[in-house]
Each structure stands twice: as C-alpha cells, then as structure tokens.
C-alpha cells in the first residue's frame, strides 16, 4: 500500500481567509442596503443616489479584502500540490476562485458606476442597464465559489492527508452550493443581497474554509516536530 506523503501546511491559507472574511465587519455595513424592485424605477434611481458613496467604498474594498479568497486558494494549493493525484484539482480550485472574485469585483464596480450615475443626474434607462449589467454578473460568483469548493474538498479527500470530518462535509456543501446556484439562477434570484434559505450554504463554506486554514497553519513546517495521523 503506498505511503500518503506528510502534510506540510503553510500560513497563507489561514491568512487569506482572515483577510477575507473582514468583509463581513469591514464592507457589509456600507453594501447590505437592499435595493428596490426594477418597476419602481423612480425609487431605484433614488436609491442609487443616495447609496453612491457607500457603494464607492464597497467596490474599493471589494478589490482589496476579496484578494484573501485567492490567497486562501493559493495555500491550500501549494499544499495539494505536492501530492501527484490531486494536483489537477488544486490548479482548477485555484482558477474557479479567481474567476469569482473577478466577477464579484466587476459586480460591486458596476453597482458603484450606477451610484455615480444616478448622483450626477444620468439617464435613468442607463441607471437600469448598469443595475441588470451588475446583477447578472453577480449570477456567476457564488457558482464558481462553489466549485473552487467541491474541487479543494475533492482533492482533500483524495489526498488523504486531511481529516475526513473537513473533506467529506466540504465537499457535500460545495455540491449544494452548486445545485442551490444554478437553482437560483434559473429562478431568477440572486444570492446576493438575497434572503433565500438556498443561499446559506455560503456560512458552510466560511467554516471549511477557516478549518482549513487552522490544519494547513498546524502543519506548517518548523511548528511541531511530529503530527498524529488523522482519523
């Protein structure tokens, strides 16, 4: 039977998910404004007028604080990696998760473009456009979290070399995180500022994705001469 090769952890992983999760004090304060409905386009416009400065600092923050997504990514990465039969699954994690964060930059930048166009007295047909533009590209975020999930998930279990209480659940949200985005998709309904039961499994992924973090820290090389194995 062939040896499962030692974990070495890093710090990266439990760093970026840190970095990231600071959205939750740091942005949603100035983003968690719920819009109104498209029909009341008179409202909508409003809306956007007096949100403009708060949605300014959500999309700068935005570029800043989602970058922890890609670091966690990266880490657990670089660890997958050394193991031959995963590290396919690694690389598309890692891509998958670079992809949501593009379009959840590109998102908070087009809620931001409406802000300012509604503040500066713009078209009210293109405050619309900009408010369709963003919510569509916001369809595509949680979809790509999810796979960057189910694909670390997968590669931890194939590896063998995390907890199977980490892999194992990871893997089955990151598979409802999918089914219940897709699902919302073809609904119509977008997780974000959305109050969809489906979209909870996001609390899920914030979980892993610490846990994570916290095994592949522990396993840094240099902490601890040896590590039980895992059950």
Do not use: C
């Amino acid at each position: 039977m062939a040896e499962v090769p030692h974990l070495i952890g890093n710090r990266l992983a439990l760093a970026g998910a840190i970095w990231y999760l600071l959205e939750i004090p740091i942005l949603f304060p100035f983003v968690s404004a719920t819009s109104p409905p498209v029909a009341k386009t008179s409202e909508l416009v409003a809306y956007y007028s007096a949100q403009k400065t708060n949605l300014l600092i959500g999309a700068a923050g935005a570029s800043i604080v989602l970058l922890g997504r890609i670091a966690f990514s990266a880490g657990a990465r670089a660890s997958l990696q050394r193991t031959a039969g995963v590290r396919a699954l690694a690389d598309l994690a890692l891509g998958a998760m670079v992809l949501s964060v593009v379009f959840e930059v590109a998102m908070t930048a087009l809620f931001a473009a409406a802000g300012r166009m509604a503040a500066g007295g713009g078209d009210p047909a293109g405050i619309v456009a900009l408010h369709y533009a963003a919510d569509t590209v916001g369809f595509a975020v949680f979809p790509a979290i999810a796979v960057a999930m189910v694909s670390t998930s997968l590669a931890q279990v194939i590896s063998g070399q995390f907890p199977r209480w980490l892999g194992w659940p990871g893997l089955v949200v990151g598979v409802f995180g999918i089914a219940s985005s897709v699902f919302l998709s073809a609904m119509a309904q977008n997780v974000v500022g959305g109050s969809s039961p489906l979209g909870s499994w996001m609390l899920g992924f914030w979980i892993w994705m610490v846990a994570t973090g916290v095994v592949l820290f522990r396993r840094t090389s240099g902490r601890h001469s040896s590590q039980p194995e895992f059950a």
